[in-house]
């Protein structure tokens, strides 16, 4: 299969002008719901674990960012946060593990997924169960605020950052049986936290204390802080060509923010095609993550790459006449 992004560009341009009537709603298998099952009813709770995790990451990097400066610390910070969230957060994590996009070697994948790990919010079985949930929830026509982001920023911010929640009558997450008898992902799972020192004490060795504080605790915090505000504004602001029909909380495009997000910004484009390995389906949108899903798949590490037009036509699904912004209302 060809992969350049002429062709992907005619290709999804193609499938705008071809989308008809839907037959299918989307589902994922790993959520298994019944008639009591309900998005809306439940209560947020202080998470000591998080709570711990993020805070004495945030008190490292704000006192020992500041005593440990350096031009050198600040190019590792940027280096090693570059490749956990492209590598790791997006292509690992997130279009790999959970929706499945692509195939690759296995070693390659458990690389991913490491990366993923290091990204500092959770392991592989929390940021699957955290993203289906949430995903489930803003399907269903209501949703509680934690999953739709729509309380005000600084509360919405402290509920994603050190807090979960617990519905009255969720439904249940069952991973495929590839992944739960893995017992690579349950040592990742189960030690996700501890992954980081490995890479502490390499970057000790290198840098001394400076690059530790900077490429691991700094690294965290903002990469924690980047992946809740890129949610918030996700479900908030910007635009989108897609409607989803009886989902309480659509996806937003959020403009100029294609390179930073390794193309996770497009989240519309997400919403409407989720287990699509390309974000960035206009010509402007930014997708790094595929870019370097093109190279692997060039050189032979990446095949089966799900692009739109290989996913089944959904009923609920709608292509707007004119691209709208969130103050647009359907």
Request: aromatic share 14%.
């Amino acid at each position: 299969m060809k992969t350049n992004n002429s062709l992907m560009t005619q290709q999804t341009e193609s499938f705008y002008l071809n989308f008809g009537k839907q037959y299918q709603r989307y589902t994922n298998k790993r959520i298994i719901e019944n008639k009591k099952c309900n998005a809306l009813d439940g209560d947020v709770s202080l998470s000591i674990s998080k709570s711990f995790w993020f805070l004495s990451m945030s008190f490292l990097s704000i006192v020992g960012g500041y005593l440990t400066f350096s031009f050198s610390a600040l190019v590792v910070f940027l280096v090693f946060t570059a490749i956990t969230l492209c590598f790791g957060h997006s292509l690992g994590m997130h279009r790999r593990l959970i929706h499945q996009s692509y195939e690759c070697p296995k070693w390659l994948e458990y690389f991913f997924v490491h990366l993923g790990c290091l990204v500092g919010i959770a392991g592989p079985t929390g940021m699957m169960n955290t993203h289906d949930l949430r995903d489930w929830a803003q399907r269903q026509s209501e949703c509680h605020d934690y999953f739709s982001h729509k309380q005000v920023i600084w509360k919405d911010a402290f509920w994603q950052t050190i807090c979960d929640i617990k519905l009255e009558n969720p439904p249940r997450f069952q991973p495929e049986e590839s992944y739960s008898q893995d017992k690579l992902y349950q040592w990742m799972e189960r030690y996700w936290m501890w992954q980081q020192l490995p890479w502490a004490i390499l970057l000790f060795s290198l840098g001394g204390i400076g690059w530790v504080i900077w490429g691991i605790c700094v690294r965290i915090v903002i990469s924690t802080i980047g992946h809740w505000l890129i949610g918030y504004f996700a479900h908030n602001h910007g635009s989108r060509k897609w409607h989803i029909e009886g989902a309480s909380v659509q996806g937003y495009n959020i403009k100029f923010a294609g390179l930073i997000t390794m193309g996770e910004c497009w989240h519309n484009n997400h919403h409407a095609f989720p287990g699509s390995a390309l974000l960035g389906l206009e010509k402007n949108q930014s997708d790094p993550g595929w870019w370097v899903l093109q190279i692997f798949s060039k050189i032979g590490l990446v095949w089966n790459i799900v692009l739109p037009h290989d996913l089944p036509e959904r009923m609920e699904l709608t292509c707007l006449q004119n691209e709208v912004s969130n103050k647009d209302a359907i």
